[in-house]
């Protein structure tokens, strides 16, 4: 084959999850590939397509492939919700020119690689789990027309039959690892942003500290693909990043993506970081925590604040400790309420999370669980359906046992019900979803003390929610 040379990333057209409101995030899994093989592999051509950012539809897509005439392309795979564009995108280059080598990655690729390769021709390569190291390989072997046999953690077709190379090692250090490529999207760097957390106008970043999560709950796929084990950045790289992206870009607003980044010594020493760096009193931050780390590290909470450490999501999940065990959440129940009051007591703004549609939900657990939120009162609250995605020991389970009635990955965002419980049937489930929104967000007595609070974070959240009607886009699933 001819000397591979250009390799196009792509965020595809999509849509975003209208749950959160207005936002638009970088495409971080693509900007930290894109860096590491800028690193790693001298002498390609790498470009990065956000079509999100660039407004940029299938057929602007088309043209840009054309344009730019890659030998690679490979996009974004966020989440299971979104395979279908991700299939789409390649459809589109194959389209352009069939000689293009496809790769796709990230959780669902991973856990249904062979599945993946069988159902959509269009897929050249599947990298299976931590991607760097193994992309970068694979764009060497294409270079020096080697066998892809020789790359560890890949799946692929040869003569018909799907191949799967040994798994590859985590990488070691993280710290080595490059910053994610802003430069790559540098003149759409302004428009990302989290209209509701941070508000118009302020700079938005995705900040990873960390990987992977030493815990097994039954829904989660992340531990999975990340082995079972968690892996963190040190303070100082991480706080070097962030004050690259404020000095640089002036981006203010940081999400934590980690699945369990801990509010221990670690993230103090991050506290610390950001403190001597000068940065706490203009930038804000957010992570999400679990309820008994919130509950265990409360004495590092006012520090938190003062860091800039303005909001919190925690999972609470569930009104039922019996509920909570068959999840494998490893909390106790009396952690959520303490855990939220610790986290308004300390001014931080506190999202919790809640789940519908285990096995055993009836339309009177439901209610507890609406109940028990009121009672516990986060300053906001985020309903979601249990979902079976590939990778989490919940959908083998679910497919074993036949509970799965809907395998349209597109509704694989936990508010589409593929799978009804033992009491309620999936339409039954999808309502009391709506109802549980309805119960907290249609509390009047509610959003008028959210919109006068005297926390200025909640007031301009429950203002922002009152003109985007959530409750309307609910009851618009049915």
Not at 100 to 128: C, K, M, N, W
Not at 142 to 150: E, G, I, N, T, V
Not at 159 to 168: F, I
Not at 352 to 366: F, L, P, Q, V
Request: glycine share 8%; hydrophobic share 40%.
């Amino acid at each position: 084959m001819a000397p591979l040379k250009k390799i196009l990333f792509v965020e595809p057209p999509k849509d975003l999850w209208f749950v959160m409101g207005e936002y638009l995030p970088p495409p971080l899994g693509i900007l930290e590939l894109a860096a590491y093989l800028e690193s790693h592999n001298k002498g390609v051509e790498i470009q990065v397509l956000d079509c999100q950012a660039e407004g940029v539809d299938w057929k602007g897509l088309e043209k840009k492939i054309e344009s730019f005439g890659p030998d690679i392309v490979a996009p974004s795979a966020l989440a299971t919700c979104n395979v279908y564009t991700v299939i789409r995108t390649l459809e589109v280059a194959k389209k352009v020119n069939p000689d293009i080598v496809t790769v796709v990655g990230g959780q669902h690729f991973t856990a249904l690689a062979e599945e993946s390769l069988e159902a959509y021709p269009e897929i050249d390569v599947v990298v299976r789990g931590e991607g760097e190291q193994t992309l970068s390989e694979i764009v060497r072997a294409l270079q020096s027309d080697r066998p892809l046999s020789c790359v560890q953690g890949v799946s692929f077709r040869d003569e018909g039959k799907v191949v799967h190379t040994p798994s590859r090692a985590l990488i070691g250090c993280l710290d080595d690892l490059p910053f994610p490529g802003y430069h790559f999207v540098e003149d759409h760097v302004k428009k990302y942003h989290f209209r509701m957390m941070a508000g118009e106008n302020v700079g938005y970043a995705l900040v990873e500290a960390s990987r992977g999560c030493p815990h097994r709950c039954l829904f989660c796929s992340q531990w999975k693909f990340w082995g079972g084990k968690w892996r963190c950045k040190s303070p100082r790289r991480v706080v070097d990043e962030i004050e690259f992206c404020y000095r640089e870009y002036g981006i203010r607003f940081f999400w934590f993506t980690d699945d369990n980044l801990g509010l221990g010594e670690n993230t103090g020493r991050i506290c610390d970081e950001i403190f001597s760096r000068g940065l706490s009193d203009d930038i804000m931050w957010f992570v999400q925590a679990r309820c008994d780390d919130v509950c265990a590290n409360r004495e590092i909470l006012p520090k938190l604040r003062r860091s800039g450490l303005l909001w919190v999501l925690t999972g609470l999940e569930s009104h039922s400790q019996e509920t909570l065990d068959g999840f494998r959440k490893g909390i106790r129940l009396s952690d959520s309420k303490l855990a939220v009051d610790l986290l308004k007591k300390n001014d931080i703004f506190c999202q919790a999370t809640m789940i519908i549609g285990d096995r055993k939900d009836s339309h009177n657990s439901i209610r507890g669980l609406r109940e028990f939120v009121n009672e516990v009162d986060p300053d906001l609250a985020i309903f979601m359906i249990l979902t079976p995605f590939p990778g989490a020991d919940l959908y083998d389970i679910a497919r074993s046992n036949g509970w799965i009635e809907d395998l349209n990955w597109a509704n694989y965002d936990m508010v589409h019900a593929v799978m009804g419980t033992e009491n309620l049937s999936r339409l039954e489930v999808q309502e009391e979803l709506y109802e549980c929104y309805r119960s907290f967000y249609g509390s009047m007595s509610r959003r008028l003390k959210s919109i006068f609070s005297p926390n200025s974070l909640k007031r301009r959240t429950y203002r922002y929610l009152a003109s985007q009607g959530l409750l309307s886009a609910f009851r618009e699933l049915f």
